[in-house]
Nanobody
């Protein structure tokens, strides 16, 4: 059974930093990608970043590029999202997703194609 568990959410002041982590357990494939999707209240889901576990190729949405950094530990089946210079508009539930590596490239992240999802972690940016 495939399971994704996020950790690291919380409350932070504007301009602060948080680091989210996602651990995958269970076998899905030798080759896969892990990504992050967020959803703010009353808004649609937004795919913000993904990474291919085999070669580390990342994707960033325009809203987080330059502020967030995704990294992976392939041996531990873990992905991290370092979030710096956080803004109130970054407030959302952040979910981790796993899918085929073809669905993650420098300019391509069709997160709706991902097969497995975590429960999500709340990130609140407020003073």
């Amino acid at each position: 059974q495939v399971r994704l568990v996020e950790s690291g959410g919380g409350l932070v002041q504007p301009g602060g930093s948080l680091r989210l982590s996602c651990v995958l357990s269970g076998f899905i494939s030798e080759y896969y990608a892990l990504g992050w999707v967020r959803q703010a209240p009353g808004q649609e889901r937004e795919g913000i970043s993904c990474i291919r576990m085999t070669d580390g190729r990342p994707y960033y949405s325009g809203s987080v590029k330059g502020r967030f950094t995704i990294s992976r530990d392939d041996a531990l089946h873990t992905v991290h999202l370092q979030m710096n210079r956080l803004k109130p508009e970054d407030t959302a539930v952040y979910s981790c997703a796993a899918g085929h590596p073809d669905y993650c490239d420098n300019d391509y992240y069709p997160f709706n194609e991902y097969d497995f999802w975590g429960q999500g972690a709340q990130v609140t940016v407020s003073s």
